[in-house]
């Protein structure tokens, strides 16, 4: 076994391990090691062939690969040690990490870490979805690695569940590459994914959205054969008798995403209700010195941010190397029932930053106020003409507005009509 020592291990080459890569250096960190999976840098961005990515770093429009490239740029000809092919299998509370690579095993001691392994797609059993398993059921970015990156098209009749933004990505490439989308369904009375993505890849290309429905069965011993699309009432119960009969030769999955948080939680990390790591505001798990970003921590809406949020939690490891103190978490951060999570749990208020909070509403809203209230003294208000779950809202508060020895910071949504 190989054994390493370096100042910053990061985890994971896609948009926030980059960006965590490149904040981590910004700060001053000498010795840094970037470990990916693939064997090239950029994670899931590699298989987006769609444009969309670099407005908020470059204030260009870009595909996945070109962002990805203009990004690993930044590292290049740097000092940065970079791993590919190779496997974080764990880390510790102490800071180690045992990692397998096609050079063999290494065992690697780093004096801060940056966990920013993305995200995991729901699959079919985790949604228990009736019926049988034939092949032709694929989740979305499976879907899109194949005809992406390998160049197959996984069938020639598609239907989609749920209007996750992965799914209607491919609605529109599929269409592209001459296969037949019979539609998405979406369980919620509510489309799931970006306004600008069912415009652009559902109703550009004539493709109907059969919300508060799902699939209620799927038929096809070796190869999928069909489904039954039927409705669902409020409590997403399907309804008897609605059912409808669809041929088709592939079924996407689009119904989640979840943070990779597996290595993480088995550190003994506490876990948040975005399904992340809870963190403070430096983006520190309750780990001292191990810090989490982009995807892992929380699903985001643009590669864009979580890139933003690798640089922070970067600059913050680095800076927890110069002064290895950990943080009193004093103030906690709590939300009412209009808000599904807070980014992040907790808040020192003798930091120095400003606090950056990011959530989502729980439900589509209409004119809605956002309060921030510091030990019941509200501090900063935000209108909003309205909100969706599908769109992250980040908030930045000042410190100036964070008084010393607070207890607790509430963000609260409400409704204005």
Same mark, same amino acid.
């Given at each position: 076994?190989?054994?390493?020592? #370096?100042? #910053?291990?990061?985890?994971?080459?896609?948009?926030?391990?980059?960006?965590?890569?490149?904040?981590?250096?910004?700060?001053?960190?000498?010795?840094?090691?970037?470990?990916?999976?693939?064997?090239?840098?950029?994670?899931?961005?590699?298989?987006?062939?769609? /444009?969309?990515?670099?407005?908020?770093?470059?204030?260009?429009?870009?595909?996945?690969?070109?962002?990805?490239?203009?990004?690993?740029?930044?590292?290049?000809?740097?000092?940065?040690?970079?791993?590919?092919?190779?496997?974080?299998?764990?880390?510790?509370?102490?800071?180690?990490?045992?990692?397998? /690579?096609?050079?063999?095993?290494?065992?690697?001691?780093?004096?801060?870490?940056?966990?920013?392994?993305?995200?995991?797609?729901?699959?079919?059993?985790?949604?228990?979805?009736?019926?049988?398993?034939?092949?032709? #059921?694929?989740?979305?970015?499976?879907?899109?690695?194949?005809?992406?990156?390998?160049?197959?098209?996984?069938?020639?009749?598609?239907? &989609?569940?749920?209007?996750?933004?992965?799914?209607?990505?491919?609605?529109?490439?599929?269409?592209?590459?001459?296969?037949?989308?019979?539609?998405?369904?979406?369980?919620?009375?509510?489309?799931?994914?970006?306004?600008?993505?069912?415009?652009?890849?559902?109703?550009?290309?004539?493709?109907?959205?059969?919300?508060?429905?799902?699939?209620?069965?799927?038929?096809?011993?070796?190869?999928?054969?069909? &489904?039954?699309?039927?409705?669902?009432?409020?409590?997403?119960?399907?309804?008897?008798?609605?059912?409808?009969?669809?041929?088709?030769?592939?079924?996407?999955?689009?119904?989640?995403?979840?943070?990779?948080?597996?290595?993480?939680?088995?550190?003994?990390?506490?876990?948040?209700? /975005?399904?992340?790591?809870?963190?403070?505001?430096?983006?520190?798990?309750?780990?001292?010195?191990?810090?989490?970003?982009?995807?892992?921590?929380?699903?985001?809406?643009?590669?864009?941010?979580?890139?933003?949020?690798?640089?922070?939690?970067?600059?913050?490891?680095?800076?927890?190397?110069?002064?290895?103190?950990?943080?009193?978490?004093?103030?906690?951060?709590?939300?009412?029932?209009?808000?599904?999570?807070?980014?992040?749990?907790?808040?020192? /208020?003798?930091?120095?930053?400003?606090?950056?909070?990011?959530?989502?509403?729980?439900?589509?809203?209409?004119?809605?106020?956002?309060?921030?209230?510091?030990?019941?003294?509200?501090?900063?208000?935000?209108?909003?003409?309205?909100?969706?779950?599908?769109?992250?809202?980040?908030?930045?508060?000042?410190?100036?507005?964070?008084?010393?020895?607070?207890?607790?910071?509430?963000?609260?949504?409400?409704?204005?009509?």
């Amino acid at each position: 076994m190989m054994r390493k020592e #370096v100042d #910053v291990l990061i985890v994971g080459g896609g948009a926030a391990g980059l960006g965590a890569t490149i904040g981590a250096m910004e700060e001053g960190a000498q010795n840094v090691l970037l470990v990916d999976r693939k064997n090239r840098l950029g994670g899931i961005l590699t298989q987006c062939v769609h /444009s969309g990515f670099g407005l908020k770093v470059f204030n260009q429009e870009l595909t996945g690969p070109e962002f990805a490239s203009r990004l690993a740029r930044k590292i290049k000809g740097t000092a940065v040690e970079i791993l590919l092919n190779a496997f974080v299998l764990s880390l510790s509370p102490n800071k180690e990490a045992l990692i397998s /690579s096609r050079q063999g095993l290494y065992q690697v001691r780093a004096k801060a870490i940056v966990y920013a392994a993305g995200c995991l797609e729901r699959t079919p059993g985790m949604i228990r979805l009736p019926g049988t398993r034939p092949s032709g #059921v694929l989740t979305a970015g499976l879907a899109q690695l194949y005809l992406n990156e390998y160049g197959y098209l996984p069938g020639k009749r598609a239907f &989609i569940l749920g209007s996750g933004d992965i799914g209607l990505i491919m609605a529109r490439r599929l269409s592209l590459e001459g296969a037949k989308v019979l539609g998405v369904a979406e369980i919620m009375p509510y489309s799931n994914g970006l306004v600008r993505n069912k415009v652009q890849c559902l109703d550009d290309f004539s493709i109907p959205l059969y919300l508060s429905h799902t699939v209620s069965k799927v038929y096809g011993n070796s190869q999928l054969e069909g &489904i039954d699309l039927s409705r669902v009432d409020e409590r997403g119960a399907i309804i008897e008798g609605s059912q409808t009969h669809i041929e088709c030769d592939l079924l996407l999955l689009s119904v989640g995403l979840l943070p990779n948080v597996g290595t993480l939680k088995n550190a003994g990390a506490k876990i948040g209700e /975005s399904k992340g790591a809870a963190v403070d505001g430096s983006l520190m798990t309750s780990l001292p010195g191990i810090f989490t970003a982009g995807n892992s921590l929380h699903v985001h809406d643009l590669a864009d941010e979580a890139y933003l949020e690798g640089i922070e939690a970067g600059k913050a490891a680095a800076q927890y190397i110069s002064n290895p103190v950990d943080p009193v978490k004093e103030a906690t951060l709590t939300h009412d029932g209009n808000i599904s999570y807070l980014v992040p749990s907790s808040y020192d /208020s003798y930091s120095t930053r400003d606090l950056l909070i990011k959530f989502r509403c729980r439900r589509p809203i209409g004119k809605c106020s956002i309060n921030i209230s510091c030990d019941g003294e509200v501090v900063k208000t935000i209108k909003k003409l309205s909100m969706l779950p599908s769109e992250m809202e980040i908030i930045r508060i000042p410190k100036k507005l964070l008084k010393n020895n607070l207890k607790t910071i509430e963000v609260t949504l409400e409704d204005n009509l």
